[in-house]
């Protein structure tokens, strides 16, 4: 069967620090991977998604970036983190549904 | 532009009530709706599609083209009911799905 998973499920990281968020999908090839922004009041926003390993479409000008290493890996990074960036992230992949991970709390201080 | 709207922030019926929470979207070809929802502490799930054209847990939703919108409905609310619901729109070939800024649905007893 498919599952999703994603981690770190909380992190705390200072200003200017990098981050690494990944994700990883089995029981499926070649899924389509989506990374979200779920902020209160303001849904779930979609900020990057690739369609094969390298390909990487970016929905929203920002601060993170999304990379592809692998079929089933899905990385969301920056080189240096603003306050702004605090949320709670979402991985998701699709096949004939979107499915999703838990997601992580990141909070910027 | 594609767009889900949801109007809703927070729906508050009783239980045994009708419950509709609104939808509208902007999109000008033909798109796939969905809407998924998220109990507390629980993942993002879907709950049902529009293609589908059927009943989950007692609710339902119709897609009006003229009018874009993908209302869900329930005759009798339940307290299980209670969660967030997010309607989302799929503008085809599922390389992207957009999602509204949900609607909490909370049924009293």
């Known amino acids: 069967s498919q599952t999703i998973h994603q981690w770190p499920a909380t992190l705390v990281q200072p200003v200017g620090s990098p981050l690494s968020l990944e994700c990883t999908v089995e029981?499926?090839?070649?899924?389509?991977l989506y990374w979200y922004r779920q902020a209160a009041g303001r849904g779930l926003q979609l900020l990057f998604y690739?369609?094969?390993?390298?390909?990487i479409s970016s929905e929203v000008p920002q601060n993170l970036s999304a990379s592809r290493p692998q079929d089933r890996q899905f990385i969301l990074s920056s080189k240096k983190l603003l306050l702004s960036d605090s949320g709670f992230y979402l991985c998701a992949f699709w096949d004939r549904e979107a499915f999703f991970g838990q997601g992580t709390r990141l909070t910027v201080v | 532009a594609q767009r889900v709207t949801q109007p809703e922030k927070l729906l508050s019926v009783f239980k045994g009530a009708p419950v509709e929470l609104k939808c509208n979207y902007s999109?000008?070809?033909?798109?796939?709706l969905f809407w998924y929802v998220q109990y507390s502490r629980q993942r993002l799930q879907l709950l049902l599609r529009h293609i589908s054209r059927e009943s989950i847990k007692g609710f339902t939703a119709d897609l009006n083209k003229g009018e874009t919108s993908f209302h869900l409905k329930k005759p009798f609310a339940q307290e299980e009911d209670s969660a967030m619901y997010y309607c989302?729109?799929?503008?085809?070939?599922?390389?992207?799905?957009?999602f509204g800024a949900g609607t909490r649905l909370a049924v009293h007893p």
């Open positions: 989302a729109l799929s503008p085809g070939g599922y390389n992207k799905l957009i």
């Open positions: 029981g499926t090839s070649n899924p389509n």
């Open positions: 690739s369609v094969g390993i390298g390909q």
């Open positions: 999109y000008s070809g033909s798109p796939e």
